[in-house]
């Protein structure tokens, strides 16, 4: 069983910068692609971005684009969600996970980083 792992979540003041990481805390895995979704308290998960494992294609969410970049460093197997200009509305429990193809679910979820965002 894949599992991925979330790192890099804090507390930050409104308009700073985060950059979380997502890598295997096992065994290498090839994949589809990779995702970033976000769940704040009371509300369900949304999708924030995604990456394919050559790194290629990427792509970001309305509600975060221009503001987050999604990319990865194959070298060490890792892909990074880079939040610029935080808004407290991105204040949310980050999580990754990974597909094995466009027609199959998102899977190997860890256990998500905590982003706060004071306003």
């Known amino acids: 069983q894949v599992q991925l792992a979330e790192s890099g979540g804090g507390l930050v003041q409104a308009g700073d910068s985060l950059r979380l990481s997502c890598a295997p805390s096992g065994r290498t895995f090839r994949y589809y692609d990779m995702g970033w979704f976000r769940q704040a308290p009371g509300k369900e998960r949304e999708f924030v971005a995604r990456?394919?494992?050559?790194?290629?294609?990427?792509y970001v969410a309305d509600s975060v684009k221009g503001r987050f970049t999604i990319s990865k460093d194959n070298a060490k197997n890792t892909v990074y969600l880079q939040m610029n200009s935080l808004k407290p509305e991105d204040t949310a429990v980050y999580y990754c996970?990974?597909?094995?193809?466009?027609?199959?679910?998102?899977?190997?979820w860890g256990q998500g980083a905590q982003v706060t965002v004071s306003s």
């Open positions: 990456i394919s494992e050559s790194g290629g294609t990427a």
């Open positions: 996970a990974a597909r094995t193809s466009s027609l199959t679910e998102y899977g190997g």
